[in-house]
């Protein structure tokens, strides 16, 4: 029996999650990350979707995104999941399933919600002790979302633009967001979506 389509509501951003099979790593070397970050480029353009913001884990991703098109951000996360796997367990001699399954999404229907979004996403390498910063971290969105560096995959959401009219001021003004932990509800809220 064929599996049922991914919910994803056109126009809305989505908080997706995909995890390595029990848990294991799906990036050991730098040119895993890298390699998984192309993937993501190349098939986010292919389809239309934007990527707001993302980190990538050593052993799950998180990704904001968003596209007018129904069914463009399954897409996209089934040709990633498939190349970055094969590419993968060719690099580390290895076989079988590198995913837990298939991604999670999650809608992100609340303004205030997609800031604290950005957010969570980001801030998780401080949380797992992997960077005393968010924007310390090198396979993460936060530099481009605080103005120190360019990423050409990440395109803001009009809600992150619309923290302030230049972009100098919007890179300050997340950056001081940033750089305060979330309280635990809202740390709570997202998880148990």
Known sequence: MARLPRLTVPGLPHHIIQRGNNRQPIFVTPA??????????????????????????P????????????GAISRVM??????????????????????????????????????????????????????VLPWHYPWSSARANIGRAQDPLVRPHPLFTALASSADDRACIYRSLLASALPNRELDAIRSH
């Open 59 to 70: 052993n799950h991703v998180h990704l904001l995104a968003s596209s007018a098109r129904r």
């Open 78 to 131: 089934r040709r990633v999941a498939q190349c970055h796997a094969q590419g993968f367990n060719l690099r580390h001699s290895r076989t079988g399933p590198l995913w837990a399954g298939r991604f999670k999404s999650c809608p992100v229907e609340s303004d205030r919600h997609l800031l604290a979004v950005y957010r969570y996403i980001e801030s998780n390498p401080v949380r797992a002790a992997l960077a």
């Open 32 to 57: 895993d990350y890298q390699f998984f970050l192309d993937l993501v480029r190349e098939h986010a353009t292919q389809f239309g979707v934007a990527v707001h913001a993302y980190v990538l884990m």
